[in-house]
């Protein structure tokens, strides 16, 4: 069975930073594009961060040069470095990738998402 697993979420001040991660386990023959998510109750989910299978990035406009996206096909693991956190980032982050499984054709999957909190 495959998984996608998010972890480093948590509470935090405005100004902090936070590293969310998501690793990939499973019968994975190969990974795709990579992308990170949030969504906020009431409001649609929104595109933060995606990243190829070649490195290529990209960002919303509200995290742009706030947040890094990064992955490590060794570990089969996205990261989204967050630094400057603001009150607005406060969200449920999902991450979600292309993956080939077994011999499958190249699917969309999520992860059930982590919470990640910026208050005073």
């Known amino acids: 069975q495959v998984q996608l697993v998010e972890s480093g979420g948590g509470l935090v001040q405005p100004g902090e930073s936070l590293r969310l991660s998501c690793a990939a386990s499973g019968s994975i023959f190969s990974i795709g594009t990579m992308n990170w998510y949030r969504q906020v109750p009431g409001k649609e989910r929104e595109l933060v961060a995606t990243i190829t299978s070649a490195g290529s990035t990209r960002y919303a406009d509200s995290v742009k040069g706030r947040f890094t996206i990064s992955r490590d096909n060794a570990k089969n693991t996205v990261y989204l470095q967050m630094s400057s956190l603001k009150p607005e980032d406060t969200a449920v982050y999902y991450c979600?990738?292309?993956?080939?499984?077994?011999?499958?054709?190249?699917?969309?999957?999520w992860g059930q998402g982590t919470q990640v909190t910026v208050s005073s």
């Open positions: 979600n990738a292309d993956l080939v499984v077994g011999s499958l054709p190249r699917l969309n999957y």
